[in-house]
């Protein structure tokens, strides 16, 4: 088989298995399953080889998706807080790829651990409509938690999509091998307090918040918007909690940290796949 077919066999392997989450609404990358190769330099040297950029398996390069914010509106519904309803199909940048078409090089760019590629954090009190009608009433009204805009700031990524990798000196790619280890060890705490965190919402809801912030804090240190997603979080939570007069108020609150959870989660074990690579080739390099 040419090295080619090989390539095009991976990179297709990456997508193959991934779940395609209606919420999501696209396919990502398994972050197990990213191979990142190296190529030896004339010192005997492993170093990174250049990033072919493939081609986004979820929008297969468009760059575009069917929004997945307003699947479920109304067919004459006007806006959405994601695509704005302006495309006769409804089609949105691809929140697997941030509307490139291409799959960026992850040691640089991984989705957003906040949204996850959406740009924003969906009100969940009102599924980003923007209204309500409260139960035997005619009239529609604005949401009380987003007041009719359907949306949140993502303070992660600040409607960029994407973030960096982990703020490592001078690089997640040319760290040492201890910096990289200490990474690792920032990343499986992370992941073991998000792991832990089962919310339920409702009466527990508020200490839960909290909950959800120390396991973005335990991360402050290796990215900024880890550091914004624990004030983003609990203001985002707080809106939420506006929806508390609506039957299905607790399990909407436990849905929705459930979701900044899995956001967190796939930016996490992304970072955790490209540390492991980059100890690797750091210890063959070190002669260790
Ligand atoms: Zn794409
Ligand atoms: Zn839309
Ligand atoms: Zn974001
Ligand atoms: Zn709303």
Known sequence: MSKISLCLLLIAGLFAS????????ARYMIPERIERATVEDDEGKLQWAEWPAP???SCKGAGTMVCATCARFAKDAKDCPECGRKDPKNLTACRACAGSGKIADPLDEVPCAGCMGAGMLLCTVCGGGGQLRVGAAKRWSKCPACRGKGKFDCGACKGKRVMSSLVIKPSLREADVDKLR???????ASLALFAAFVPQGGTKARKEVKALGKAYDAMKKYHPSFKAMVKTSKSYMSKIFAGAQFQGHAENEANTM???KANAEYYLKHQKRMLGLAIARAEANAGK
């Open 182 to 188: 200490k990474a690792m060890k920032a990343v499986d």
């Open 55 to 57: 081609e986004c398996g």
């Open 18 to 25: 991934s779940v395609q989450d209606p919420a999501r609404g």
């Open 258 to 260: 459930n979701r900044l």
